[in-house]
C-alpha cells in the first residue's frame, strides 16, 4: 500500500503545481500592462520672437502652444525681443496666452534685448516672467504707423478712447497674473520704462537671468494658474525642443518689414515696365509678377495707405509713357516725384490700426530715396533709348532699303533693269540711263521695284 500511496502523492503534487503555474500564467496575462513610468528629464517647447509683432508672430505663437499641449511638454519658453507690433496680433497672441493650458515662461533676451510697446503685454501675459540683467521692458504708449500721437491724427476724443481702452487691457493682463497692474498702466499713459533690475522690484518681472538655463532653474518650483487648474513647474534642466516657424509664418514675418514691401512693390513695378519696354522678354514681366504677388501679400500683414500705392501705381505709368509718348524727360521727373511721395506714405497712418512703436514699422529713408531714384533712372534710360530708336530710320525690311548704295547688274533705264543692294538682286527703274557696273542709290521703292539714281549724281 505504502508503495503505490508514494506514486500517488507525486501525481498529485505534479498536478497542483500544473494548475498554479496555469492560474499564474491566466493572471498575468489578464492583468492590464503597467503604465511606464516618465524616463529622463522634463521637456519643454522653446520659441523664439524676434523683431515686429504680426499676424505671423501670432500664427507662430499658437502653434508653439499647440505643439507643447499636444506633446505633454511641462512649459513653453518664449525668448522675446521687440520693438513693440500690431494692437490686434498682440490681444490675438495675449488672449491665447492666457487660455493657454501649458505654463508659459518668457524671457526677454539675450542681452541687449528690450520688451517694447507690445513686447510688455507678451511678458506679462506669461505665467513666469524673466529678463536678461541688460534689457528692458515699457513704454506701451499707443501711437500711429507714422509714430505721431493718436491726438495728432484723430483728435483728442479718439486718443482718450484708445489710451484708455490700451491702458485697461493692460491692467487685466497684469491682475491676471498677480502682476504690478499699476506700472503696467504707467506703461501703456506716461511710457514708462525699466531696466530688468527695477522690473523685479516693482513686481513687473519674476526673476533676471542671463541664459535659459538660469530662466528654467529660476522658474522650476513655482505655482502656476493655468487653464487646465494649477500647476507646479518641474522644468529644471528639461530637455528643450526648438519650435521651427513653418515656411508661411516666415514669410509672413518677413513680409511684415514696410522697407521689404516698399523695394517688393517697386522692383516689381520695374519688371513690368521693363516687360512694356520689350515685350517677349518673359523674364522681367515673371519677375516683376511675382514680386507684386509678394508686396500684395505683405499689405494683409501690415496696413498700407491705398492712397499712397496709387501714386506709386500711376508714378510708374508716368515713367513708362515717356517711351512712347516722348514729354522730353516730364513724365520721367514727374513720375518719380510720385513714387517717392507715395513711398513716404506707404504706411496708414489711422488710428484704427495703432502700433505701439514708431519705429516698427517705417520705410528707411534709404528706401525713400535711392531707390525711387534708381528705379526712375533705369526706366528713363530705356524710355530715351525707345524715343531715340523711333527717331533712327529702320534698318529692317523694304523701307530700311532707301539710302542704300548698290550696284547696277544690267542698263537701268525708264524701261527698267537689275540691281544688286542690301545683299539682294532687285528690280529697279531709273529716270535717266544708268550704265552697267555703275554705282546707284535708292531714292524710294514702289512694290518691288526700286528707284535708284546714280552715286554720282545722288552725291551732288
Known sequence: MSALRQPLARAALRAVAAGGLALAVVVAVAAP????????????????????????????????????????????????????G??????????????????????????????????????????????????NIGAAHPVTG???????????????KVENDTAAFARSIAAARGRNADWAEKAVRESVSVTADEAVKLRVVDLVAP??????????????????????LAVRGAARIPFEPTVRQRLLMFLADPNVMAILMLVGLLGIAVEFYHPGAILPGVVGGFCLFLAFLAMRVIPVNVGAVLLVLVGVGLMIAEGYVPSHGVAVVG???????????????????????????????????????????????????IARGRRMPLQLGAPALVGEVGEALTEVGPAG???????????????????????????????????????DRAAG
Open 211 to 232: 541664459d535659459l538655463d538660469a530662466v528654467l532653474a529660476g522658474a522650476d518650483g513655482r505655482k502656476v494658474a493655468t487653464a487646465a487648474g494649477e500647476r507646479t
Open 417 to 455: 533693269g537689275e540691281v544688286f543692294v542690301h545683299g539682294e538682286y532687285w528690280h529697279a527703274r531709273s529716270a535717266a540711263a544708268i550704265p552697267r557696273g555703275a554705282r546707284v542709290r535708292v531714292s524710294a521703292i514702289i512694290g518691288l521695284t526700286l528707284t535708284v539714281v546714280a552715286e
Open 335 to 385: 513720375g518719380a516725384a510720385l513714387v517717392v511721395l507715395g513711398t513716404l506714405f506707404f504706411i496708414d497712418t489711422s488710428p484704427q490700426g495703432d502700433w505701439f512703436d514708431p519705429s516698427a514699422l517705417r520705410v528707411s529713408p534709404w528706401v525713400v530715396w535711392p531707390t525711387p531714384a534708381a528705379i526712375a533712372g533705369l526706366i528713363g534710360f530705356m524710355a530715351w533709348k
Open 86 to 135: 500690431a494692437l490686434d496680433a498682440t490681444r490675438e497672441v495675449v488672449q491665447a496666452m492666457l487660455a493657454s493650458e501649458v505654463p508659459i515662461v518668457v524671457w526677454v533676451g539675450p542681452a541687449g534685448a528690450r520688451a517694447g510697446s507690445a513686447g510688455v503685454f507678451l511678458t506679462l501675459a506669461a505665467h513666469v516672467a524673466a529678463m536678461h540683467p541688460t534689457s
Open 146 to 160: 507714422s509714430g505721431r500721437d493718436v491726438a495728432e491724427e484723430a483728435g483728442k476724443e479718439m486718443a482718450r
Open 33 to 84: 500592462a503597467p503604465v511606464p513610468s516618465a524616463v529622463g528629464p522634463a521637456r519643454v517647447v522653446t520659441a523664439e520672437v524676434k523683431g515686429v509683432i504680426t499676424s505671423g508672430t501670432t500664427e507662430y505663437l499658437v502653434a508653439a502652444l499647440a505643439r507643447a499641449k499636444a506633446e505633454g511638454a511641462a512649459a513653453v519658453v518664449v525668448t522675446l525681443d521687440t520693438p513693440g
